[in-house]
Every structure is written in C-alpha cells, then in structure tokens.
C-alpha cells in the first residue's frame, strides 16, 4: 500500500478591503479558510473521471469565507477548477497522485484577488488483491478466460474499454470483446485516457494473443525467448482515428527517424508524424507500457506500434538489439 506523506498547507491568508469612502464603518474584510479538506488529507484514486477516463478521487470542498467576495474560485496547482457555489461547497475530482495543492481565491466583481487559502492533500493509488479486482475497482466488464498456452491471467474484455472502441486494422466492424492477459487489459485501460484527451474515437490494432517464439523456433524452445504475444501481454496498434474522421496510421504517417536521434528527441516530419511521436511518448513517459517498438525499430515494425510488459524492460527501442538474419527482432 501507498505511504502518504503529510504536508503542513497555509490556511487563512488575509487581504482587507479598505475603509468607505462615505464616512460609513469600513467593509470587513475578506477572510477564506479550508473547513473541508483537512491539511494532510489523504485520497485514493478509486474513479474513472467521465471526460477523457484518467484515475480520479473525489473530494468534497467546503471554503468558510468572511466579507463579501464577488466568487471564490478554487485551482489545483494551476489548473483551474471553477468556483465554489453559494453555500462555499464544491466537488472536484483530483486526477494526478501525490501531494496537491488546493487553492481557493476570493475575487471582487472585478476579477482582482481579494483573498486566498491553500490546503496541501495527498492523493494515492488503491490497494487491490489482483489484477482482477483492480479492474473490478474501475467497472471495467470482462469474462474470466478462455485458459490459452501461455496465458496467465486470462480475461475477455467487453469492448469499447475505459470509452475506446478497437478494431482489426484490416476490418471495418469493431471488436466486441478482446482476449488477453489482465495486465494488458489494465494497461489498456491506463492508456485510454491518452487516446481519449487526443479526440481518438476508435484504435485499429493489429492483434495481441500469438503463441510464438521471438522470430525463429517453435514455443517453447525458442532461441531467442518467448513473444510477449505468446503470453497476450501484447498489442500491435496500427491506426488512431478521430471524431472528425482523420486518421493517423503508422504504415503512412509516421517518418523514420534518423539512425542518430533518439525517438522521443528527434525532429518530426509534419503535424501526422508529430501527432504519433507526441502520443506514443506521451503514454510510454507514463509507464503505460515497459517496451514500446516504433516503426523505427526495423522493416517488420513499419505499420505498428508494439508494445508490451516486458519484466524488468523500460524503454522505445529506436533499433533493433543487434544484427540478427533470422528475424529474431520481430517481438
């Protein structure tokens, strides 16, 4: 489980108004304090937030303020999240882990800062016993199996998953369901988010499940180890569409990067080939996946992004391992 740690917030920081000009009592000044969050508050990520599905936590805002500010408006480090209602009560959904900074700021009708609070939070991940409850946590609907060679944790996901539909890049139905092993559904679902916030209405993949050896051999003696698609811990995506009907595909818009720069540094070609770089680094920086295979890695990779959970791996391989004549890259 999570450690969460404490972080002392700044309560209660004062501006005053100044007096009338009519000779009357001056205004009273414009106080604000947190009653609710507590500092050191701690949360768990237990919800997908409705907008793009990211991990969320819920939290009930309560701001007790003096004075009569025109609004209070409350920010989470400096993302905006709009403002309290009459009754200084909000509900706001936290979607990054670790400590956060709530903001709450009192404005005149102008828009100009009268007053403002801070209260520091913790925001942590769920403690679940397996793969399959972790799912269970999200909503997420599966089937348990079918048992395959080399499968794990088998599960069958009812498709679209956390909102985004996939289809075989070669079909125009979308899959209803999708065999594979947990842990890929789970990264599926970590993942959707990165498609969702991007305006991907529908991924066409080139498949998961393949019990096969890393090129040459048959499993399980496999020269070179088993694929990642032997133990359906990996997909080949192949196309990104949108809701306006753009599509970026892999075999067309993305440009092989020079043998010299690294994938995630290099230059991008047009706004296609920049679109792709931005997505697949984006999601690979997250650790969505442990490997990630561009079409830069070599000739068989060229319509596809590959990527899996290898143990122990972290990385975009930009080129293959080393020489090989047997095909032996082709993960």
Not at 56 to 79: F, K, M, N, R
Not at 238 to 253: N, Q
Request: net charge negative; with cysteine; aromatic share 8%.
């Amino acid at each position: 489980m999570r450690t969460f740690l404490a972080v002392v917030g700044a309560l209660g920081l004062v501006v005053g108004c100044g007096g009338g000009d009519d000779g009357g009592p001056p205004p009273e000044p414009v106080t604000l304090t947190f009653v609710t969050p507590t500092v050191g508050a701690r949360f768990v990520r237990d919800q997908l937030e409705p907008t793009d599905g990211w991990r969320a936590t819920q939290v009930a805002v309560e701001v007790a303020a003096t004075g009569a500010p025109a609004s209070i408006d409350l920010a989470a480090g400096d993302l905006a999240l709009g403002a309290v209602g009459a009754d200084g009560r909000a509900e706001i959904m936290l979607i990054d882990a670790g400590p956060v900074t709530i903001t709450a700021t009192a404005r005149d009708a102008a828009g100009a800062a009268l007053a403002t609070a801070t209260v520091d939070v913790e925001v942590g991940d769920p403690d679940v016993a397996s793969c399959r409850a972790w799912l269970d946590l999200y909503g997420i609907t599966y089937t348990a199996g079918p048992a395959n060679q080399g499968v794990a944790d088998p599960v069958t996901l009812t498709l679209p998953v956390n909102g985004v539909p996939f289809r075989y890049l070669t079909n125009t139905g979308r899959r209803n369901t999708f065999f594979m092993d947990c842990g890929l559904a789970r990264s599926l679902v970590l993942a959707a988010p990165f498609f969702r916030s991007r305006g991907v209405v529908e991924v066409a993949d080139i498949g998961v499940y393949n019990y096969r050896c890393i090129g040459t051999g048959t499993p399980p003696n496999c020269p070179n180890g088993m694929s990642q698609h032997a133990y359906a811990k990996a997909i080949d995506l192949g196309a990104f569409v949108l809701a306006d009907g753009t599509t970026y595909t892999l075999e067309t818009d993305w440009v092989i990067d020079p043998m010299t720069e690294k994938t995630c540094e290099a230059a991008t070609a047009n706004e296609a080939d920049a679109w792709l770089h931005d997505l697949i680094c984006d999601i690979k920086g997250d650790d969505v996946w442990n490997i990630a295979l561009t079409p830069n890695y070599n000739a068989d990779h060229r319509n596809h992004f590959h990527v899996d959970l290898t143990a122990g791996s972290d990385f975009i391989r930009r080129q293959a391992r080393a020489p090989m004549d047997d095909g032996a890259d082709d993960w």
